[in-house]
């Protein structure tokens, strides 16, 4: 990528910050004019990545940089109905619902009645408002650091969702997070920032669902911040199902303390240009994590998963599965790196990174890094590449099952033990029903009647 | 119902099958026999349609029927079965929807609308009694966790549930205790009567005395080199397969 590009996209999003700081002129100094001061600094100091950089070696850029993203607080806001949004949301379950459209919090596309004593569910912006001092401690923890990507998150951070639980808060339901992102006139920058408390004993289960719509292309840029106390318990599923020509970066950071469990589901779909960035952070003993991913590309799509767990205390297990299907001229990378520092004696931790070529052009670059300072410890990880398995495409047609549907049971067999794991029943369906859809595969259902 | 003539086949470039001739009618049993690495597995394949394998020259013809033309799934509905030596595990996929897709599939190929819940049931009700199957094999996932006895016992499953012409058993009995085996004959000789056709391929005489063949087969080097009633396979049992494998040499030679 040549420099030119970086410095060009760099101008772009600096000029709009003046514009940005000019509408919010009205609007006292918080703690996101704070965050932004700060990150312009560092916004300044760092270039896009490119090739060279080895973190971003097989993710290639240039294709977001060549867009004037605007950033989603400068454009008209595109309206839809309770009745609109519908068709974008996991259903078959009772869950608690906050929208997001362009990251922008929209309450009637909301569904925040009743919630639980000491939960809150809410939006960044209007918390920042209201109650700072709730998140005065968190909102700055990650977010701002590591790259240029995060600090443009920092910059044009305005809203994003927050979940607050008490200590002891058990959740009834999921909590569905709705990210609506894209619109007909304008090629927008989604800049959420978002922050998850889960206190001492609480526990929580969230769906977040990032969705495309509109015909223009899209930045969706975003951050979570996860923070997860003593013996509290998350359930992470981001599923993300974006248009195909959009760009999706975003960064999960999660600090796990001790007796803590943390799942999470990573499913990729959509989008030319999909990159995750999940670090964890076992900060006390006995944690638990548990990281799944699903990922799904055809076209020229690329998607790019680069997961982290650092076991800084010992006796913790951690746990990841991988699981990629690659079709046409797509492209998948994997970069699982696990750290145990000097003294986490007693870890346990497990990654498995498999992936399926349905096409001769398609390609997965996998990368397990295993960086272990104690000696104590179990650490195991193995990575598969293969094709479908030609000997039992053959016994299922032996059976007289067409070849097109014998290949979609292969596939929904490959996706198996990563959706099987899901603890939302009528979520799994719905998601092997987006796989056989995206590789325009003859479905294949699994209920008998 | 099965015409096989002349029949040669390739294993990654190197010729197993070196002109197979067999005919197999309605109502007949016929044991496939011979030594390891003669060929038999690579007929069983052969037949049912296997991509790995290579015809390169001879017939099949089935029912009147050009074998070599149809694909695997045609091949199956046209009433074609093979039960697997080694049954493949597929995760996710219950046995109860695998065999209810195929059997689907066929009907919708004769014309038949496809079973009901209830016929569909009761049906899976029926043969697995006669396998003396739990229940909770038929709702688990193809395979998966099976022990090498169950999956057997599940190929032997599907061919009643499917029903076909001609069952092709690709060393059924390996693996199996003396009970299982029992089971498994059992299960095949419930589902041969005198309109369809069964080929039991094996090593061991074993099998045999529960599934009684009308014609035993012997398979050397890629060819049939003896055949006869199942007697012969007795003879096998008896005095191995060294005395027909040399004789026929010393008889070609000569």
């Known amino acids: 990528m040549n420099q030119n590009l970086s410095e060009k996209a760099k101008d772009w999003y600096l000029q709009n910050i003046d514009i940005l700081s000019k509408r919010l002129n009205g609007s006292s100094k918080n703690l996101l004019s704070e965050l932004r001061e700060k990150s312009k600094k560092k916004f300044l100091e760092l270039d896009f990545p490119n090739r060279k950089n080895e973190e971003w070696r097989f993710t290639d850029v240039t294709p977001i940089l060549k867009h004037n993203f605007i950033p989603s607080i400068l454009i008209d806001k595109t309206k839809f109905t309770p009745e609109e949004i519908k068709k974008y949301l996991f259903t078959g379950f009772d869950f608690y619902l906050i929208t997001f459209v362009n990251g922008i919090f929209e309450e009637d596309l909301s569904e925040l009645k009743n919630l639980p004593n000491g939960l809150i569910v809410g939006s960044l912006n209007k918390i920042l408002k209201d109650k700072p001092e709730l998140i005065h401690d968190n909102i700055d923890k990650f977010s701002s650091e590591q790259n240029i990507f995060n600090a443009l998150n920092s910059i044009y951070a305005y809203d994003g969702f927050v979940i607050i639980a008490d200590k002891n808060v058990v959740l009834d339901k999921p909590i569905q997070i709705l990210f609506l992102n894209g619109n007909n006139e304008n090629e927008v920058l989604v800049s959420p920032k978002n922050l998850i408390i889960a206190n001492n004993n609480s526990q929580l289960s969230v769906i977040i669902n990032y969705k495309g719509f509109g015909n223009k292309n899209y930045f969706m840029n975003s951050t979570v911040d996860v923070f997860i106390g003593e013996s509290a318990l998350i359930d992470y599923y981001k599923i993300q199902d974006e248009n195909d020509d959009s760009f999706h970066i975003e960064k999960i950071d999660t600090v796990q303390n001790a007796k803590s469990i943390f799942t999470q589901f990573n499913i990729s779909f959509g989008g030319s240009l999909v990159r995750n960035d999940i670090n964890s952070k076992l900060a006390g003993e006995f944690t638990e994590t548990h990281y799944y991913g699903l990922y799904l590309a055809q076209d020229n799509q690329h998607v790019s998963n680069y997961t982290f767990i650092d076991h800084a205390k010992p006796n913790c297990m951690s746990n990841e599965l991988y699981k990629g299907i690659l079709d046409d001229n797509s492209h998948g990378v994997f970069n699982g790196k696990i750290f145990v520092r000097p003294g986490a004696q007693k870890t346990n931790a497990y990654q498995q990174n498999k992936a399926i070529l349905l096409s001769k052009n398609a390609k997965i670059n996998t990368k397990p890094q295993l960086e272990i300072f104690a000696d104590d410890v179990k650490c195991t990880h193995g990575a598969a590449v293969g094709h479908l398995d030609e000997e039992a495409e053959f016994y299922i047609r032996s059976r007289g099952v067409p070849q097109e549907l014998a290949k979609s049971i292969l596939i929904r067999a490959f996706a198996y033990d990563v959706i099987e794991s899901m603890k939302i029943e009528e979520l799994k369906e719905q998601i092997n029903h987006i796989i056989f859809e995206k590789l325009h595969q003859v479905e294949f259902q699994n209920n008998l009647y | ?254």
């Open chain 2, 1 to 254: 119902m099965l015409i096989i003539k002349n029949l040669h086949a390739n294993v990654e470039g190197k010729e197993i099958l070196k002109g197979i001739n067999l005919e197999v009618k309605a109502g007949e049993i016929h044991a496939i026999m011979g030594p390891n690495g003669s060929g038999k597995s690579t007929l069983a394949n052969v037949l049912a349609g296997n991509k790995g394998y290579e015809v390169t020259e001879g017939e099949i013809w089935f029912e009147g029927k050009n074998l070599l033309e149809l694909e695997p799934e045609e091949r199956a509905r046209e009433g074609v079965f093979l039960a697997f030596q080694y049954p493949i595990e597929i995760p996710g996929v219950s046995n109860a929807t695998f065999l209810k897709t195929a059997i689907n599939e066929k009907r919708k190929h004769i014309g038949l609308p496809e079973l009901t819940p209830k016929e569909f049931l009761d049906l899976m009700k029926e043969k697995s009694k006669i396998l003396g199957m739990d229940d909770s094999l038929i709702s688990r996932s193809v395979n998966v966790g099976f022990s090498g006895g169950e999956k057997k016992r599940n190929e032997i499953f599907q061919l009643l549930m499917l029903n076909p012409k001609l069952a092709i058993l690709d060393e059924t009995d390996s693996g199996l205790d003396i009970d299982a085996l029992k089971i498994v004959a059992n299960g095949v000789n419930v589902f041969h009567n005198d309109e369809n056709a069964v080929i039991v391929v094996t090593h061991y005489q074993r099998l045999l005395n529960y599934i009684v063949p009308d014609y035993v087969h012997v398979l050397s080097k890629g060819k049939i080199v003896k055949s006869g009633g199942k007697e012969l396979a007795l003879e096998l049992e008896e005095k191995g397969y060294d005395w027909i494998t040399s004789d026929e040499l010393e008889s070609q030679n000569a």
